[in-house]
């Protein structure tokens, strides 16, 4: 579609993964205002959204900063205990969609904090 744009940031492949980290996306992401982030963590604890790396942490937050809007996607398994390094607390998101098997009570308190939770039916075989 002409109305939708897709850049990807520049950096460092993560070993191990295909996560991108550094510069110079992470300068990049200071110069951009996007409609939407669409972001993961590794970890929900509470309030918090975690993950494995000062590195990734620190691109999250800054993708964050540069939407107007932030979605988080966290299937059932990333309401776990607190990552390495914190990205941010989780009002900073406007939405998290997850999956019908995520904990009711956590749910329950990220609504009482103004998020949105959206649930989600997963396929047979669970998310890959």
């Not at 460092?12 to 990049?28: A, D, I, N, Y």
């Not at 990333?78 to 098997?101: G, L, N, S, W």
Request: aromatic content about 4%.
């Amino acid at each position: 579609s002409d109305k939708v744009r897709v850049v990807v940031l520049g950096g460092t492949v993560r070993r191990g993964s295909l996560t991108l980290v550094g510069e110079p996306g992470q300068s990049f992401m200071g110069d951009i205002h996007a409609d939407v982030a669409f972001v993961g963590t590794q970890s929900i604890t509470g309030r918090v959204l975690s993950d494995t790396s000062v590195e990734i942490a620190s691109i999250k937050r800054a993708m964050i900063a540069a939407a107007r809007r932030v979605v988080l996607l966290a299937d059932a398994s990333k309401f776990q205990p607190a990552a390495f390094y914190k990205i941010c607390e989780a009002t900073a998101v406007h939405e998290i969609i997850t999956d019908r098997a995520a904990p009711t009570r956590q749910l329950d308190q990220l609504r009482e904090l103004g998020v949105k939770v959206t649930l989600v039916d997963v396929a047979p075989g669970g998310p890959e």
